[in-house]
Structures are given as C-alpha cells and as structure tokens.
C-alpha cells in the first residue's frame, strides 16, 4: 500500500533565505510523526506547505489523492482549487490556539465545516459537540476562548480542526505556549487520537513525547532533513552530529 503522505523534493525560499532545501519523507496511515530540530531550521515552513498555507518553490506535496506540484501546468484557478483541497486535507493547530475570540468553543468547532463543507448547523453542532466532549470539554462549550485556560483552548483548537475530518493532525509547537502544567492534557489528546488511528504530525520540544509516542522522528537542521528514523535510533544512537548536538542541548 502506498504512504497516505509523500513530500518529494520541498523547496522553499524566502528571498535569499533558503528555508527548505529538497525536504523528502513519507508518512504512513496512523503513524505519528514528530519533527524537531533547533528554532529557525524550517519546521513551521514545512508543516505549511504541507497544507497550503504556504506555497513552495520546487518539488512536490501529496496528501491521499491530492498532491499539489510546482510544476504541474495547472492554470491559477485550478491551482487554487488543488490548494483548496489539499488545505481540506489537513487540519492544522497552532502554538497559539488561533480561536475565533468572539465565538464559543461549540461555534469554533460548528463554522468551519458549515462554511467550508456546506454542512448544515443541524448535522455540524451535534458533531462539534461529541468532538468537544472527546477532549474533555464537554462542560465548557459554551466558553469563549478568553473564558478558557490555554490548555482548553488548545484542546478546542484540535476539536474544530477534527471537526473537518482531516486525513492528518498537523501541530506546530502546540504546547510551547502553555504553562507546564497544562502541558499534558494536550498531549493525552495527542495519545488519545494515535490510539484510535488518526494520522499526525507534531513539530515538538516535548521529548519524552516524542520518544514515547512517535513511530517516526524528522530531523530537520537549516533546511535539510538530516534524519529520519525511529525514536529509539534517533535518540540513542543518532547517526549525524548535529542531531546529537541538537539533543544534548535538551539534557
Ligand atoms: N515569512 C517569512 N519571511 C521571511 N523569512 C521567513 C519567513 N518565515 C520563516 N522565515 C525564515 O525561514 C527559516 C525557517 O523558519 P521556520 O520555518 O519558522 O523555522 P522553525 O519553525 O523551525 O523555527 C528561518 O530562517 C526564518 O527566519
Ligand atoms: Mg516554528
């Protein structure tokens, strides 16, 4: 069976700042994928091309059967069109929760499928409801975000993204905002989604997570995937010298 994702040969640049240097890897249906690697190497870049919230200048993205090229000949309008569909692909969750601040949790999670998938309110607040009762919110829907701790507004924030029943998780940094203590309910979501199969990406600090959770770990260092493997290597007997570097600075 082939990857449920395949990234093929990324670029990316930001003027003369080369981001992404021909990023290549697979993810496999269900695996958790974790990304780490110092500030600054490309993580965000590349979890944002994956979803068309950033285009690229070279190589090629594939999600299920939506695969966004560079170079495919599409006129602007199809190619909006594909970005569109990839971006329906994936559901994103950001290191500051970006919640709608004038709406509750519940209509966080109702709009975007109305809006976006033409789902009637009738068939979207029931689902919106079981996906904030699913990360234990099922006392603070009618919250707003101001009303909630960050810990709960992460947890809505993955709510509304499942609430698109995305094919994949994409996380940037979605603890680094939080107080410590608030850390692990978001990461027991995390755990709580791979047990039931959903596929994820998580670009992390949280080493013990990845270690523990992931089946696979990127590591990225000034735009380049220097390795990939599973968290046992990566963590005892990493192959390349900056990854080592990079892990020591965490002991
Ligand atoms: N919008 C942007 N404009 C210009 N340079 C950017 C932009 N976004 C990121 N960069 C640069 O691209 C590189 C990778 O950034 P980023 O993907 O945010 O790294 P990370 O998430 O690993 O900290 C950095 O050198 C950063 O300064
Ligand atoms: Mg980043």
Known sequence: MSALISVD???????????????????EVSELTAIIGPSGCGKSTLLRC????????????????????????????????????LREEAG?????????????????????????KKIDRKAAEPKARELLKKVGLGDRMDY???????????????????AMEPKVMLYDEPTSALDP?????????????????MTQIVVTHEMRFAREVADKILV?????LIESDSPDVIFTSPRDERTRNFLRSFL
């Open 92 to 116: 994103m969750v950001f290191q500051s929760f970006n919640l709608f601040p004038h709406l509750t949790a519940l209509e966080n999670a109702t709009l975007a499928p109305m809006v976006v």
């Open 50 to 85: 994956l979803n068309g919230l950033e285009l690229f200048d070279g190589g090629s993205v594939r999600i299920g059967e939506i695969t966004l090229d560079r170079n495919n000949g599409l006129s602007p309008r199809d190619f909006n069109a594909r970005l569109r569909q």
């Open 181 to 197: 203590s608030l850390v692990g309910e978001v990461l027991s979501i995390m755990r709580k989604l791979d047990d039931e199969g």
């Open 9 to 27: 040969n990324l670029r990316k640049n930001y003027g003369a700042v080369t981001a992404l240097c021909g990023i290549s890897f697979d993810v």
């Open 144 to 162: 707003y975000p101001s009303q909630l701790s960050g810990g709960q507004q992460q947890r809505a924030a993955i709510a509304r993204a499942l």
């Open 220 to 224: 990225l260092s000034d735009g380049e």
